[in-house]
């Protein structure tokens, strides 16, 4: 049978082994009651697979009902997406292959196309994560096969890798177990009722640890016939209700189980020849259900203008926060990238990472800091972040926001002295000039492209580029027709013109403007 993947969310996971032991004593209950365990899927007054598979529940993950069995004919009730999505005839996807047993690791696990026994065949299979009231990590599972016609084994294994299979070459791929991936094992009763978990985490190969006394765990096989919220097939009865001792689910407490909260991401259900560790794993249903979240924010602040004035500095600060229920390992590579406010252009990206030291437990937080160059005043850009250990990558959603303006300060400074001089011209006779001297000055913090008139003189500076702090010195001269107010007595007569600075910038909305005037006496008769 192919398999189908339906996605949650992405972060490591533990595995899981349920196995059955008529003979040792059922687990206490636990205190975690958000989910029914009853055996059926529909809801009586709490979240059940069906309150999940219709998009509602408190669940942190789930993984969807993932269709494991070719149906034929194919359902002709599109209606229910779930049918349409599962494989039109063709064989089961399975485990084959000796190294294909829970005590060997992954990596020696092999997949192909073949048929199972019809009782150990799983039609659908689902997992999903709950955080307790007190934030331990709860995991429910379940399964349903194809016939009843006599007890089978089913496992269920919590992965902290992201693993998939590789149906050209039948390999599973993301990498190996990690300590305390963790499996749990039960009987599928033909007739129902509760079954035993016994739950195991993985120390290495050929190590599975039993922590069934601190897992809280149980699980039920349903015992009458039962509504079936998807689409279902009996190998008897066809299409229709759970026929009895064709549904499974159960639940455990992994961070009682692990003594710790770790990151899921894959769940492995499965049949076995028998309840021995050893034994021979049949059926294949794998899909994804993350634990781990993590989100981003950040703040941000101009550090003035680049070297050659073409953009401002921002300096950002973005934390990154585990909102998850998951714990991030130590020697997690959290990764913060930073569009510069140009979210069509990865060439400009700022890219920041850092190595966590220790791990980053739900709700901890880990700051990273960068410098970006933008030429938007109030500057805006939006960071995303990740972290990544060993196959698997958590990715927050984008976090934008517009940060303080850049202060800026344009200001031009301009000085002017001038003196008047008589002279004579060829056919004129006496004339008066008057010559003037100055300096601009960009006293501000931004460039500034410059011009400076005079009213009498014209353009004494073209169109010039200044950078804060330098300076210009500015001359000329012009030939007054007149006095101020046509005086004509040599001691009462002044001339005087004024400057105007202009300065122009792409920052600036409006040019800055700077005038001074400069009163010139003709005779300096006192």
């Known amino acids: 049978m192919r398999f189908k993947t339906i996605v949650a969310a992405i972060v490591p996971a533990a595995a899981f082994l349920l196995v059955a032991s008529g003979a040792s004593p059922l687990p206490s209950l636990p205190v975690f009651d958000a989910f029914e365990i009853d055996g059926n899927a529909v809801s009586n007054g709490k979240d059940d697979w069906k309150t999940l598979y219709d998009g509602l529940g408190s669940a942190i993950a789930y993984s969807g009902v993932i269709c494991d069995y070719a149906f034929d004919p194919v359902p002709t009730n599109c209606g229910d997406s779930h049918a349409c999505a599962c494989p039109a005839l063709g064989d089961d996807n399975v485990f084959t292959g000796g190294g294909s047993k829970d005590i060997y690791d ?107 006394a601190s897992a809280d765990a149980t699980a039920d096989v349903n015992d009458t016939t039962v509504t079936a919220p998807w689409t279902y097939v009996h190998h008897h009865a066809g299409l229709g209700d759970f026929q009895q001792g064709s549904f499974f689910e159960g639940k455990a407490n992994l961070t009682k189980a692990l003594g710790q909260t770790l990151c899921f991401t894959t769940f492995v259900a499965e049949t076995r020849s028998s309840q021995e560790l050893s034994a021979v794993l049949k059926d294949l249903v794998i899909g994804d259900v993350d634990v781990c979240a993590i989100s981003v924010s950040k703040t941000c602040e101009c550090q003035g203008f680049n070297a050659d004035f073409s953009a401002f500095n921002i300096a950002f600060d973005a934390t990154v926060t585990n909102s998850g229920a998951g714990t991030f390992g130590t020697g997690s590579v959290v ?83 001038c003196s008047v001089v008589v002279e004579t011209k060829a056919n004129c006779g006496l004339v008066v000039r008057v010559n003037f001297t100055g300096q601009v000055e960009n006293t501000g913090n931004l460039p500034l492209l410059v011009t400076v008139t005079d009213d009498q003189a014209g353009t004494v500076l073209a169109m010039t580029l200044m950078l804060p702090g330098q300076k210009q010195q500015l001359s000329g001269f012009y030939y007054p027709s007149q006095a101020n107010g046509g005086v004509t007595d040599p001691c009462q007569a002044m001339f005087n013109d004024t400057f105007t600075a202009t300065g122009q910038s792409p920052f600036l909305a409006q040019p800055v403007v700077e005038k001074i005037t400069a009163n010139c006496p003709l005779c300096p008769c006192q």
């Not at 995303?384 to 850049?406: E, K, L, M, Q, W």
């Open 335 to 417: 990764t913060v990238t930073d569009d510069a406010g140009t979210p069509g252009n990865t060439a400009d990206d700022v890219v920041v990472t850092k190595t966590i030291t220790q791990p980053l437990l739900p709700g901890g937080t880990v700051t990273l800091s960068g410098q970006f160059q933008s030429t938007s005043n109030p500057p805006f850009n939006t960071v995303t972040a990740r972290i990544a250990n060993s196959s698997v990558v958590t990715n927050s959603d984008p976090y934008g926001t517009a940060c303080d303006p850049c202060p800026l300060d344009p200001k031009l400074k301009l000085t002017k002295s």
């Open 106 to 212: 992954i990596d020696q696990w092999k997949a192909s196309f073949k048929n199972n026994p019809p009782k150990d065949e799983i039609d659908n299979a689902y997992a999903a994560f709950y955080s307790d009231t007190n934030g331990d990590l709860i995991a429910v599972f379940g399964a349903d096969r194809l016939s009843t016609d006599g007890d089978a084994q089913i496992g269920f294994w919590f992965l902290q890798n992201k693993i998939k299979v590789d149906h050209s070459t039948g390999k599973f791929t993301g990498g190996k177990h990690m300590v305390n991936d963790t499996l749990i094992l039960a009987d599928f009763t033909k007739g129902g009722g509760l079954a035993t978990p016994r739950v195991f985490k993985w120390m290495g190969t050929n190590n599975l640890v039993e922590v069934t």
